[in-house]
């Protein structure tokens, strides 16, 4: 009796010395960093394309950033050359700047790239029947608050919200402003006749509104509620109401016209809110988050987060609904909600309804090559 109990004892003890050691752990994965600078015979299809295509919308990018140390030199240099000679504008690229390799946080360098447009919408300034939907402005209590001075380390990220009594709540979400007591009454800039039509001009972040007088009226993204973006197209796919290689703006547009009952309730699931700004005559194109018109098919939504702002991008990517490649230098010229990620990237193709059966069905894989200047640093080291 006396030998087990000692034998337990004893296997207690090693046992709780064994517990008390701590646990290996897993030595921290080495960090990736997003962007590799590599040579030019490592981008696909460098060759292939015109870059004097992209070389007008790189100019555009020149107004905000030649006031930029980085960008001032190889801005005013492009302010001297020729647009249309393909040889300067390519020597120019490769003489002035070094390709960048982007990758994930795992290191892979593949990622998806959908595409955007500009809708035409029909629509009228005062609400009727025909046209009940209402296309907000910016409201006046909606407050943007800076991280960045209180927390610099958090100087990349805005708060949005509302004040209610002595306290900043969230502001009101998609359900909210929508519901039957808008809380935002007042600042309709337009109403219009499908609110699924709406809701994707909401995705777009802009649009043209066609007015019975003949006028077309160019809205841009003035701002946004605060929420995060959630996909419509995944919540049909959980409910299993159409299938991944079903999914596209169209289809999900032919859905809702057959559920017109279950439209409230699908739209309501993106709590996400855009809210707009006329555009005097954009007869250039909507302007993006850097503040210069897009070019159809040369411009990028990207996220700044790793690509700066302006600077030119070489996409190797798949045709809509297709293995046909498509490579081209493109300008990061915008960004978007649902924009979020390294290799993440958002085509824009242009206006009206051929652009829009392009950017509705694009959904591919794709890599990206972001040029960065060679400033004199930079060529010292």
Known sequence: MR?????????????????????????????????????????????????????????????????????????????????????????????????HRVRNPDGSDTGTITGYYVPDLDGSRKRSKRYAYPLYALPDDLLVIDLADLYPELGKYRLRGRVEGRRVVPYWSRNEIDGGDPPIKGKELFWVEDPVELFFLHIQGSGRINLADGQQIMVSYADQNGHPYRSIGKYLLDRGEMTRDQMSMQNIQAWARKNPDKVDR??????????????????????????????????????????????????????????????????????????????????????????????GRMKQQGRMWVLLPITEKTAAN
Not at 35 to 55: C, H, K, N, R
Not at 293 to 322: E, H, M, Y
Request: negative net charge; glycine residues 8%; proline residues 11%.
């Open 266 to 359: 699908l739209l309501g699931e993106n709590p996400s809110y855009i809210f707009f700004r006329e555009v005097p005559d954009a007869v250039d194109g909507p302007p993006g988050a850097l503040g210069v018109p897009l070019t159809s098919q040369r411009s990028l939504a990207v996220d700044p987060r790793t690509i700066p702002l302006g600077a030119p991008v070489f996409l190797s990517t798949t045709w809509p609904n297709s293995t046909d490649p498509l490579r081209r230098l493109m300008i990061a010229q915008d960004t978007g909600g649902a924009i979020k990620g390294a290799v993440r990237g958002d085509f824009f193709w242009g206006a009206g309804d051929g652009a829009g059966e392009l950017a």
């Open 3 to 99: 030998k087990s109990f000692r034998f337990l004892l004893l296997f207690l003890i090693v046992f709780a010395g064994c517990a008390r050691q701590p646990a290996p752990v897993a030595p921290p994965p080495e960090r990736v960093e997003p962007l590799e600078a590599v040579s030019w015979a490592d981008i696909e299809g460098w060759t292939q394309d015109d870059p004097a295509e992209a070389f007008q919308a790189f100019l555009r990018s020149c107004r905000p950033l030649r006031f930029r140390p980085q960008w001032q030199q190889v801005c005013a240099e492009a302010a001297t050359l020729e647009p249309g000679d393909v040889d300067a504008v390519r020597d120019f690229f490769e003489s002035r700047f070094t390709p």
